[in-house]
Every structure is written in structure tokens, then in C-alpha cells.
């Protein structure tokens, strides 16, 4: 039932936990907006940190920056999955929190995360949670329902809790690797989950606001490499009419059974029977979204203000086709042969040729403020808009050329 909401009107203080890119170009917004701006994050050269009218240096959880954090805004957000939900929940005490630490929790243990989805109706890859040695060990020994392990293999065991960019993963073919990989991964909580032929990736980036209202980005079709986005592509037909309905109908359910409130994405794979199954969810914006800023005309980063200060969600639209690509901190250094991560070692960085993707039509470049680039580390992306796909491919490949980004 929708309810009746009193805005936070520009000129109020609007604040974040966590410093990254995305909270500083949820600032920009924000100010772009008329908004005032407020960073918690224990890095002094944050990158929203630098960008914003306040700049509180303290743990996530430290009791005093936390009451300096609600004195000075209106509502706070989140900017990353992985701040404790205990600061969301302390912060909701005395002001609005968007989404609530009890969504967050969901995002931060896959083992919950998967149940979340079986409970909404909405398809998954088969798994297993393995919590504990003993638990593994009567897997192992066909104690516990001996045939779960063998239909789960090969698959990809992840740590339950604090794994993103491909990181607290392994695949594993066998049981001796499912018993090796565990011990690797440290001995925590787990979930092993059955590896399905892929085909390709998407995701879906919805908002909610606190009345229940919903709106959605059009459908991201992606590319991973290393386990980290390196690719999106939107436009009309990039994925089925058919899937891209059931994509959107799916993330949609996932945000109403977690009373959710904010921007959140949901991942899928698309598997070779063209059926989709979820891979998991970013309480926030997400790095496949970043083509909004310059595709559509309401950018997710609008949308999370939006939501937080409970203004109007309008049903976004995309102007352009588009292509992001995501400028990871190899571009900086030189390479020894055609590899992506085929980085000499010991080498000055340099930085890249942006004058000649600058004389690309339709590129815009977005760099995050990060004062060292490392190989890996997320340093900016680039948005190519165009009048139709196939020339904004044309120019994206270009780019990629220039940069040193392997084709697509």
C-alpha cells in the first residue's frame, strides 16, 4: 500500500558510509541536485571524501563518528555491501537509513542470500551451505545425503560472507579439491554451488522507494574477466524480450520480499537453454550501472537520492544505445605482449592516451580520484553513447584499442 511521504527538500545534508567511487559519484549528484553532502570513511584521501562538504574520518563502527554522522544529515545510504550492517542499523535509531541493515545482512552471507531467493520463487544454481570441517567431512563421507556433493561437481565454492570482484572463490572438480579449496578459503562458512553452461551475464538495477513504488534500468548485458565486470552493453534486443521481462520481473520480487529501500542490483546468468538464474545482489549501485550517467535520463545514482530523500521515482529512459568499459589500474603500466595482465614488472605508471579517446564521438570519461593505480583496482570507466549498437561498438572497440583492453 503506498503511503504518503513528506520529502527531504534540496539543502538538506545527505550522507554515506563508505568513501569508494560510487559514493563520490553519488555526491556529485547529490550536490548537482542542491543537496549537502556527508562521508563516513576511515581513509583521509577517500574519493567522496575529497569531493563533499563533510568528511568524517572514523571506523564504520565507531560510536562518536557515528553521532557525528547523524547530527550533520537528514538520511544516510550506503556505498558499498560490505559496511557493517550494526552502523546502518545504530544509524536508524535517529534518522531514515536506506536500504535498512536487515537487507544489507541479506547481501553480506551468500548462504542467506540463496535462501532469500528460494523464498521469493526466483531460480538459482543448486548449492550447498557448508558451515563448519565436520559438516564438509560427512559430505566427504556420504554420511549427510552421499549424493549431494557428486551432483554439485564441478562447481564454485565461495566464502559466505565478505567475497566480491570474483574474490573468496575457487572452482573445484573433485572432492579432494572441494576438501583442499575449503581449507584454502580458511576453514569459513561456505557455499558450493553447481557450475551450469553459461552463455552470457546480466543484471538488473531497480530502485524502491518507502511507499513500495519501483522503477528499473533497462536490462545490462555483461562481461566478466578475471571475475571483474569488464563490459556492459545496453540497448534494445541486447538480451530477449522474453528473458529481459523475466530478469526485471525477478528483481523486482527480490526487492518486495526485502521490503527493500534504495537502489539495488541483481545478477544473472543466462544459461544455454536460455533460462535465467540469479547469481546474487549489490545493496547499491553497481559498477554495470555506471552507463546511466550518460545513456539515461535518470542515472541510478539519482535514483538513490531520490529514494533516500523520498522524492518521485520516474521510470528511467534510455536515450542512447551504449557501451561501458571499466578502466581497471592495468591500463596505467606497459605490457609485455597482447595479455591483458601481461604487466612489466617494476615499471613506471603512465597514463593513458585519454586525448585520443577523447577524440572518439560519443565517449565520456569518468575517473574516480584515486591517486594510485594498481593492477585490478577500479580507476574509472568509460561510457561510449551512439545512435544505434553497431556504432557504438565501432567506437568502443576503438577506445579499447587505444587503452589496451582486450576486444569483445
Known amino acids: 500500500m503506498s503511503q504518503t511521504l513528506k520529502p527531504l527538500l534540496p539543502g538538506s545534508t545527505l550522507g554515506v558510509l563508505g568513501g569508494g567511487q560510487l559514493g563520490r559519484m553519488w555526491a556529485h549528484t547529490a550536490q548537482r541536485m542542491g543537496y549537502n553532502t556527508a562521508v563516513l570513511d576511515p581513509d583521509a584521501q577517500s574519493p567522496a571524501g575529497l569531493?563533499?562538504?563533510?568528511?568524517?574520518?572514523?571506523?564504520?563502527?565507531?560510536?562518536?563518528g557515528l553521532k557525528q554522522l547523524a547530527a550533520a544529515c537528514q538520511a544516510v545510504t550506503t556505498e558499498f555491501e560490505n559496511v557493517p550492517a550494526d552502523a546502518l542499523a545504530q544509524l536508524a535509531a535517529t534518522l531514515p537509513v536506506s536500504p535498512a541493515a536487515s537487507a544489507v545482512a541479506v547481501a553480506q552471507d551468500r548462504a542467506r542470500e540463496k535462501a532469500h531467493f528460494v523464498a521469493c520463487g526466483v531460480p538459482v544454481a543448486p548449492y550447498v551451505v557448508i558451515d563448519t570441517a565436520a559438516q564438509l567431512a560427512a559430505l566427504l563421507a556420504g554420511t549427510a545425503n552421499a549424493a549431494v556433493v557428486d551432483n554439485l561437481l564441478p562447481g564454485i565454492l565461495k566464502t559466505s560472507r565478505m567475497g566480491y570482484d570474483g574474490k573468496g572463490q575457487l572452482r573445484v572438480g573433485t572432492r579432494d579439491e572441494l576438501n583442499a579449496g575449503w581449507a584454502k578459503l580458511g576453514g569459513v562458512p561456505c557455499v558450493l554451488?553447481?557450475?551450469?553452461?553459461?552463455?552470457?551475464?546480466?543484471?538488473?538495477?531497480?530502485?524502491?522507494?518507502?511507499?513500495?513504488?519501483?522503477?528499473?534500468?533497462?536490462?545490462?548485458?555483461?562481461?566478466?574477466?578475471?571475475g571483474i565486470l569488464a563490459v556492459t552493453e545496453v540497448f534494445a534486443g541486447?538480451?530477449?524480450?522474453?528473458?529481459?521481462?523475466?530478469?526485471?520481473?525477478?528483481?523486482?520480487?527480490?526487492?518486495?520480499?526485502?521490503?527493500?529501500?534504495?537502489?539495488?542490483?541483481?545478477?544473472?546468468?543466462?544459461?544455454?537453454?536460455?533460462s535465467l538464474v540469479v547469481n546474487e545482489i549489490a545493496p547499491r549501485p553497481h559498477n554495470?550501472?555506471?552507463?546511466?550517467?550518460d545513456a539515461c535520463d535518470v542515472s541510478q545514482f539519482e535514483l538513490?537520492?531520490?529514494?533516500?530523500?523520498?522524492?518521485?521515482?520516474?521510470?528511467?529512459?534510455?536515450?542512447?544505445?551504449?557501451?561501458?568499459?571499466?578502466?581497471?589500474?592495468?591500463?596505467?603500466?606497459?605490457?609485455?605482449?597482447?595479455?591483458?595482465?601481461?604487466?612489466?614488472?617494476?615499471?613506471?605508471?603512465?597514463?593513458?592516451?585519454?586525448?585520443?579517446?577523447?577524440?572518439?564521438?560519443?565517449?565520456?570519461?569518468?575517473?574516480?580520484?584515486?591517486?594510485?593505480?594498481?593492477?585490478?583496482?577500479?580507476?574509472?570507466?568509460l561510457n561510449i553513447t551512439a545512435a544505434t549498437p553497431e556504432a557504438a561498438r565501432y567506437v568502443a572497440l576503438q577506445a579499447a584499442a587505444i587503452l589496451g583492453i582486450a576486444p569483445f
Open 304 to 381: 538513490q537520492v531520490r529514494t533516500m530523500a523520498d522524492l518521485p521515482l520516474t521510470q528511467p529512459r534510455l536515450h542512447s544505445p551504449t557501451i561501458m568499459l571499466n578502466l581497471l589500474g592495468d591500463l596505467w603500466f606497459d605490457k609485455l605482449g597482447s595479455e591483458p595482465n601481461s604487466l612489466k614488472p617494476n615499471t613506471l605508471q603512465v597514463e593513458p592516451a585519454w586525448h585520443q579517446v577523447l577524440a572518439l564521438p560519443g565517449t565520456h570519461l569518468h575517473l574516480y580520484g584515486k591517486r594510485e593505480a594498481r593492477v585490478g583496482r577500479k580507476m574509472g570507466h
Open 238 to 274: 541486447n538480451v530477449p524480450d522474453a528473458l529481459a521481462n523475466q530478469a526485471i520481473t525477478a528483481a523486482k520480487a527480490v526487492a518486495q520480499e526485502l521490503n527493500y529501500v534504495g537502489v539495488l542490483c541483481v545478477e544473472f546468468f543466462v544459461l544455454a537453454d536460455h
Open 193 to 226: 554451488e553447481k557450475m551450469l553452461p553459461l552463455v552470457s551475464e546480466c543484471s538488473v538495477i531497480v530502485a524502491r522507494g518507502r511507499d513500495g513504488g519501483t522503477v528499473n534500468l533497462p536490462v545490462q548485458r555483461n562481461l566478466h574477466r578475471d
Open 51 to 64: 569531493v563533499s562538504h563533510h568528511h568524517i574520518h572514523t571506523d564504520y563502527l565507531d560510536a562518536a
Open 288 to 293: 554495470s550501472g555506471h552507463y546511466s550517467q
